[in-house]
């Protein structure tokens, strides 16, 4: 059975951390580009970052370039989202999602409505952003 499986997710304040993890289990881990999505209230998915099969190459959204950080694990087929200097904005349900396209794949690319056609996603963390 194909998994991800979303972790790291919680309240905190504004100009604070935390790390996300995905982990995968049920399919060939680094044969699959990971990306991480959000969906807050009222507003529709959004692609936050993506990294390659490989790692070599990762990509971000304008809004989280220089404070989340995306990065992958072999070993433990998981891959994390760090993410410093926290907004209210930041404040939405996050999910991960992988697919052998690649980081070109068009959900990851401008088009978060094609999320539904990425192979394996997961079921999401909640991330609150709060004083």
């Known amino acids: 059975q194909l998994q991800l499986v979303e972790s790291g997710g919680g309240l905190v304040q504004p100009g604070g951390s935390l790390r996300l993890s995905c982990a995968a289990s049920?399919?060939?881990?680094?044969?699959?580009?990971v990306g991480w999505f959000r969906q807050a209230p009222g507003k529709e998915r959004e692609a936050v970052s993506c990294?390659?099969?490989?790692?070599?190459?990762?990509m971000y959204a304008d809004f989280v370039k220089g404070r989340f950080s995306i990065s992958r694990d072999s070993a433990k087929n998981t891959v994390y989202l760090q993410m410093n200097s926290l907004k209210p904005e930041d404040t939405a349900v996050y999910y991960c999602?992988?697919?052998?396209?690649?980081?070109?794949?068009?959900?990851?690319?401008?088009?978060?409505?094609?999320?539904?056609?990425?192979?394996?996603r997961g079921q999401g963390t909640l991330v609150t952003v709060s004083s």
């Open positions: 990294i390659t099969d490989s790692g070599a190459s990762t």
């Open positions: 049920g399919f060939s881990f680094d044969d699959y580009a």
């Open positions: 999602a992988a697919d052998r396209g690649g980081c070109h794949h068009s959900a990851f690319r401008g088009q978060p409505d094609r999320y539904k056609y990425l192979e394996v």
